[in-house]
């Protein structure tokens, strides 16, 4: 018997289908989900880091920061610290997604960190080294900022964009994401269901700031 083209072989074109079907068809099916838009204008910082060392908005265009503020003129630790410590062990354990020489260039790695804005009895008072020892801040993810507590309330109203009001970050147990830019991106609570939404909004402005650094001024 004679043998059948494989341009005419039924067998041939449905395996090809198979194989062709799926990663065409993808991108009509794959879901984004846009990265959150900012909610506040680029904010100023004039707090004080580790150390005494200023705090500003050099600091924060470093890095997107997942930021909470927290009242830390008692003895304990404060308990946004608390709230907020299984995102932290979550984000050191799936920071990157693969291993071996790629690691580093996947996944959010050191890009996303957790800022702690402490609010201290005045600015001569900052004490984050010791905030940081009471609240066993012992990974690299934790980034700590503070002043007196004026001055923190403050910053916390330009971020929720109500400067000049009274802030609900503290009433309302609440964070927010600071984009490289300097500007909020939402609101989120701190419960459960909150930790589990930032997770997932912070990577979604990181992918944004990195595809804009990537493509340069020409995605502007």
């Not at 980034?143 to 109500?162: K, N």
Request: net charge negative; glycine share 10%.
């Amino acid at each position: 018997a004679s043998k059948v083209p494989l341009r005419k072989n039924p067998w041939f074109w449905g395996v090809l289908a198979c194989l062709l079907f799926p990663p065409l068809i993808r991108p009509l099916t794959r879901n984004i989900v846009e990265a959150p838009e900012p909610t506040s204008p680029p904010v100023t910082a004039q707090l004080l880091g580790k150390g005494g060392s200023p705090f500003g908005e050099a600091e924060l265009e470093q890095r997107i920061h997942i930021t909470i503020i927290v009242d830390a003129r008692g003895p304990s630790c404060p308990e946004g610290v608390e709230a907020i410590r299984p995102l932290v062990e979550r984000m050191d354990i799936q920071a990157y997604a693969g291993r071996g020489l790629l690691a580093r260039r996947a996944g959010f790695g050191e890009d996303i960190r957790v800022l702690v804005v402490a609010g201290f009895a005045s600015a001569e008072e900052v004490d984050l080294t010791g905030l940081e020892t009471r609240c066993a801040m012992d990974t690299e993810r934790w980034a700590l900022a503070g002043s007196g507590m004026g001055e923190v309330e403050a910053f916390a109203a330009d971020l929720e964009g109500r400067s000049g009001e009274l802030t609900t970050f503290l009433s309302h147990r609440r964070m927010t994401i600071i984009d490289t830019e300097r500007r909020a991106r939402g609101l989120y609570g701190l419960d459960e269901l909150g930790l589990d939404e930032v997770y997932h909004r912070a990577r979604h402005v990181l992918r944004d700031d990195r595809i804009d650094a990537r493509d340069g001024p020409e995605s502007l």
